[in-house]
């Protein structure tokens, strides 16, 4: 995508507290029982976006919290969670929306069962506790989908491109688990983090969960620069467990700009050995056409991906000619918001960002 300023995604949307959970969503309701304590992980104070849970005795998810980002009282600290709404089952509605009163409370921390202290968890509509939580959790994680090399073109008039590199992990532990990367460029490239993007003008800062024997993406932006020279950079990454930071996976990739001394123009850009277009119309509603061109015959998949990361579509498209090539991408099944689109060659990776606006 041309960028004139960094565009930074404040997601680690990511989060807006958004979680890719498969657990029942919460039932709000009128009545209402706040909790609020410390909450422990393995000893250690859990780190902001710990997810906090409720569920009454028939296993009804009655409340979340997530640390540091519902916090009102103690705004972003780490080993609080308060004060957190846990609903009461509403009996003129359908259904079970939660607890009644008399019945206890059982907790959990990023869905790993909690030791509660003192036991405060008796439910009353409208009534105040304060009760720490602990939990264990083993903490594992595994690099199982590598970035892909990529290359691209220098900065011209428009602006620079950024490119994204996008690595997949698996949760080996036995808990939920959330994730960040440290990324490095021999060449002192910038480096734009999946946790410090900036969209739509929000400064709110997501998280993408993973639950166990599941694989979440990361991803980071390369800014292409104005002189990037005759070599490739490596750019050598670590994913980390933000649970414990000590747990992490690591892998390098290269990315590669296309520059030429030949000709009257010695900035001048050889041919790409393929390209991916912007989308159009951008943003979209429901379709949008996306085009590419291959500079010789190359297997090709494009995938598409929701802002937390995780892939929604997936089109193999074999092997193609050289050439221009377009495909319309549908998402009428999908809501509004933004995605990125990615095009896998034996070439070269390449990923864009389109907006769906119903």
């Not at 590199?165 to 939920?176: A, K, P, R, S």
């Not at 000619?321 to 070269?348: C, K, M, P, Q, W």
Request: charged share 20%; aromatic share 12%.
């Amino acid at each position: 995508m041309k960028k004139n300023t960094t565009f930074l995604l404040v997601m680690s949307a990511l989060l807006l507290g958004l979680v890719a959970s498969t657990q029942a969503e919460v039932s709000p309701t009128h009545l209402f029982h706040w909790f609020r304590g410390d909450v422990l992980l393995n000893g250690q104070l859990a780190p902001v976006g710990t997810i906090v849970d409720a569920y009454d005795p028939d296993l009804v998810h009655c409340g979340t919290y997530t640390v540091g980002v519902d916090n009102f009282v103690v705004p972003d600290s780490a080993g609080v969670y308060g004060w957190m709404l846990v609903y009461g089952d509403d009996a003129t509605e359908p259904g079970d929306q939660g607890a009644e009163t008399g019945d206890l409370i059982s907790f959990r921390v990023m869905n790993r069962p909690a030791t509660i202290d003192p036991v405060f968890n008796s439910w009353a509509d409208m009534e105040f506790d304060t009760t720490n939580l602990s939990a264990t959790s083993t903490i594992g994680l595994e690099i199982v989908d590598p970035a892909d090399h990529a290359s691209a073109s220098p900065c011209d008039g428009g602006g620079c491109d950024t490119v994204r590199f996008m690595v997949g992990v698996e949760n080996i532990g036995n808990g939920t688990d959330f994730y960040g990367i440290n990324v490095t460029s021999a060449k002192d490239w910038e480096i734009i983090p999946f946790d410090t993007i900036i969209f739509v003008g929000t400064d709110s800062v997501a998280y993408v969960y993973n639950q166990p024997a599941q694989t979440a993406y990361v991803f980071f932006d390369v800014v292409v620069p104005n002189w990037p020279g005759d070599e490739p950079d490596t750019l050598s990454y670590e994913v980390f467990s933000r649970l414990d930071e000590t747990v992490t996976d690591n892998s390098s990739v290269t990315l590669t700009i296309a520059v030429s001394g030949v000709g009257d123009d010695p900035f001048g850009s050889l041919p790409e050995r393929f390209s991916l277009a912007q989308n159009y119309p951008n943003p979209f509603n429901p379709t949008t056409t996306i085009a590419f061109n291959l500079s010789s015959l190359t297997t090709v998949r494009l995938e598409v991906y929701d802002i937390l990361g995780r892939q929604i579509s997936e089109f193999d498209f074999g092997a193609l000619s050289a050439g221009d090539h377009d495909y319309e991408y549908d998402a009428s099944s999908l809501s509004s918001g933004i995605y990125f689109y990615r095009l896998v060659t034996e070439l070269g990776t390449q990923t864009r960002k389109m907006v769906l606006a119903k």
